[in-house]
C-alpha cells in the first residue's frame, strides 16, 4: 500500500504546484512619487505547464489599470501583416537570394535545406526574416510554442473580466511601448549584404549547435529565474562581436532600452499599480531597464 500511497501525494503536490505558479523570468517593483509599478521579464513563446503564472504576476494585472507590452500583436493583425510584407519581404519581381552569386546561393539553400526549410518557400523573405524563422524554429525543436508566449497571455489576462465598482465587470487597458511596424523596421535596418551575412552566420552557429543551447539556456534561466544564468547570458551579449551580436546588443537591445525606460517612468508618474511586461532580455545587464531607472532617481528592486 505504501508505494501508491506516495504516487498519490506526489500528484497531489505536482497539482498544488502547479495551481500555485512558480517564479518565472524576472520582477521588479519600481517605484516613484507615491505610486507603486511591476516590472515583468517576459519569453516569447512558451508551453502550456507555464500557466497559470505564479499568484503575484496574476493579482498585479488584475489590479492594474495598465498593462504595458511591448506590442499588442492581436490588436490590429492587419496592419501588423501589412508591416511584415513591408519590411520582411521583397518586392514582387525583385530577385532576391537570386542576385547571389551562385556558389554563395547554393551554400546557402543548402543550409536552409540542413534546418528543414524549404528554400524555395522562403524566397521572398528578406535576409532578417529568414534568419529569424529559424531562429524560432529551433525553440519550437525544444517544445516550446509561440501561440503560448507569455506576452500573450498577460494580455489574454488583462482582457477578461475582473470585479469592479459596484460589481460591475472591468478590464485592464492594454498599451503598446512599441508597435509591430517599429520592431520590423529595426531589424530591416542592415543593409541588405549584412542581411546575407547575418543569415550565413546564424546558419552556421545552428549547425554548431550554438544556437539551440544558448536558446535552451535562455528558455531555462526564465524557467528558473535564475538571476545567475540571467547575469551570465548578459556578459555573454556584451562580449559577442559577431554581426548578430553586436546588432541584437546596440540595435534590438541597447537602441530599444532608453525609450523603454523612458515610457515607464511616465507611465509611472501617472498612474499607481501599473505593470510593465516587456522581453526578459531588456532586463538584464548594465543598460538594461531596471538600471536606466534607477539612474533616473527611481526606486527599483528586484523581487526575483
Known amino acids: 500500500m505504501r508505494r501508491p500511497i506516495i504516487v498519490v501525494f506526489f500528484s497531489l503536490f505536482l497539482m498544488a504546484c502547479q495551481a500555485l505558479g512558480a517564479e518565472r523570468g524576472a520582477l521588479f517593483k519600481v517605484t516613484a512619487n507615491g505610486n507603486v509599478l511591476h516590472l515583468y521579464g517576459t519569453i516569447h513563446a512558451g508551453r502550456a505547464d507555464y500557466y497559470p503564472l505564479e499568484p503575484r504576476i496574476r493579482e498585479a494585472v488584475a489590479a492594474a489599470p495598465t498593462l504595458a507590452l511591448e506590442v499588442d500583436a492581436t490588436r490590429d493583425p492587419s496592419a501588423n501583416a501589412a508591416a511584415f510584407r513591408q519590411y520582411g519581404m521583397y518586392p514582387a519581381g525583385s530577385p532576391g537570394r537570386a542576385s547571389l552569386p551562385a556558389a554563395r546561393r547554393l551554400r ?156 515607464v517612468a511616465s507611465l509611472l508618474a501617472r498612474e499607481n499599480n501599473a505593470v510593465v511586461a516587456v522581453g526578459l532580455l531588456h532586463l538584464v545587464g548594465k543598460r538594461g531597464v531596471p538600471e536606466l531607472l534607477r539612474q533616473r532617481g527611481m526606486k527599483v528592486e528586484r523581487v526575483y
Do not use: C
Open 108 to 263: 546557402i539553400e543548402a543550409g536552409l535545406k540542413q534546418q528543414g526549410m524549404d528554400p524555395v518557400a522562403v524566397a521572398r523573405l528578406k535576409p532578417w526574416m529568414v534568419a529569424t524563422m529559424l531562429a524560432v524554429n529551433d525553440a519550437v525543436r525544444l517544445g516550446y510554442d509561440p501561440a503560448l508566449g507569455v506576452d500573450h497571455h498577460l494580455a489574454q489576462l488583462a482582457r477578461s473580466d475582473k470585479p469592479g465598482k459596484g460589481g460591475k465587470g472591468s478590464k485592464t487597458r492594454i498599451a503598446e511601448l512599441e508597435s509591430m511596424g517599429y520592431q520590423l523596421a529595426l531589424l530591416n535596418r542592415l543593409p541588405e549584404e549584412a542581411q546575407w551575412q547575418l543569415l550565413e552566420e546564424t546558419l552556421d552557429t545552428m549547425a554548431s549547435g550554438r544556437q539551440l543551447r544558448e536558446t535552451r539556456e535562455l528558455f531555462a534561466a526564465w524557467e528558473r529565474a535564475d538571476q545567475k544564468a540571467l547575469d551570465a547570458i548578459a556578459l555573454r551579449i556584451e562580449r559577442d562581436d559577431t554581426l548578430g551580436g553586436k546588432f541584437m546588443r546596440e540595435v534590438l537591445l541597447e537602441e530599444r532600452n532608453g525609450p523603454m525606460a523612458d515610457k
